[in-house]
Every structure is written in C-alpha cells, then in structure tokens.
C-alpha cells in the first residue's frame, strides 16, 4: 500500500480522515469512490466526494495525517475483512 485517499468535511476542525488505501493512485482513488458510494447522496457525502485527496503514504502527515493513524486503520480494515471472511465460511 503506497497511496492513501483521504477526506474531510472540514480540515481545520475536523482533520482528515483515510478513505481507502491502494498500491497505484487509481486503485485508490477508485476504492475511495466505491467507499463513499456507500454513504449515499446527502450534503455530507457530497462533500467528502468533493474534498478527496489521493496522496502518497509518505506524504500523508502534511495533511496531518500520521502514521499511528495509518497503522490504526489498516489494523481495523484487516479486522473487518477477517470479521467478513469469518461469516461468509459459517454460512
């Protein structure tokens, strides 16, 4: 995971929040898309769409993104498909 596509609805108050992660700006960027898809079409969603950011790993912290958040949703997300794996064998 190279590149990580962040978003906010306000930067100053509320900071930048990552999206999705991906090893090309595209994979990102698209990964993003599909995530935010899922929050539908209110005021809020419009604006993270609008506000979204594909940015190096390396590059994240100049939008105050640090790496313990990095490494805290990467572990969430492993948890979350584990979780998901997890089901779909019990069914």
Not at 49 to 77: C, I, K, P, Q
């Amino acid at each position: 995971m190279k590149f990580l596509a962040i978003s906010t609805t306000n930067a100053r108050t509320l900071g930048w929040r990552i999206i999705a992660t991906g090893d090309t700006r595209r994979e990102a960027a698209e990964a993003a898309e599909a995530e935010l898809a899922q929050l539908g079409a209110d005021i809020y969603a419009e604006t993270m769409r609008r506000n979204l950011v594909v940015v190096a790993r390396s590059a994240a912290e100049r939008h105050g993104v640090s790496e313990y958040e990095v490494e805290r949703y990467l572990d969430a997300r492993d948890a979350r498909d584990a979780e998901r794996e997890q089901a779909a064998a019990s069914r």
